[in-house]
Nanobody, 122 residues
Framework: QVQLVESGGGLVQAGGSLRLSCAAS????????MGWYRQAPGKQRELVAT???????NYVDSVKGRFTISRDNAKNTVYLQMNSLKPEDTAVYYC????????????????WGQGTQVTVSS
């Protein structure tokens, strides 16, 4: 069973920084793309940033220049460094990953973490 476990959320004042981490554990062959999504109260879940296995990154426009996604393939971990945080960044942040698993063949499966709350006060 594959699990994604997030950490690093919390309460911070506007202009502050937080670093989220997400570690994959369990039995799998390798991790393809990894990413972070967020969901604010009353809103749909939205993509924040993704990073491919080769290191190519993609960001939603609202976080460009403030957030940085990175990964440590040896640790099966993805990070999200969030700087210059704004109240509108308040949301539950979810880790997501496409992972190759061996189960009756080699399959690419999508997994979600349980979410971590980020609250930015004004």
């Amino acid at each position: 069973q594959v699990q994604l476990v997030e950490s690093g959320g919390g309460l911070v004042q506007a202009g502050g920084s937080l670093r989220l981490s997400c570690a994959a554990s369990g039995r799998f062959s390798s991790i393809n793309s990894m990413g972070w999504y967020r969901q604010a109260p009353g809103k749909q879940r939205e993509l924040v940033a993704t990073i491919r296995i080769g290191g190519n990154t993609n960001y939603v426009d609202s976080v460009k220049g403030r957030f940085t996604i990175s990964r440590d393939n040896a640790k099966n971990t993805v990070y999200l460094q969030m700087n210059s945080l704004k109240p509108e960044d308040t949301a539950v942040y979810y880790c997501n990953a496409d992972i190759w698993v061996t189960r009756m063949g080699v399959l690419l499966e999508n997994y979600w973490g349980q979410g971590t709350q980020v609250t930015v006060s004004s």
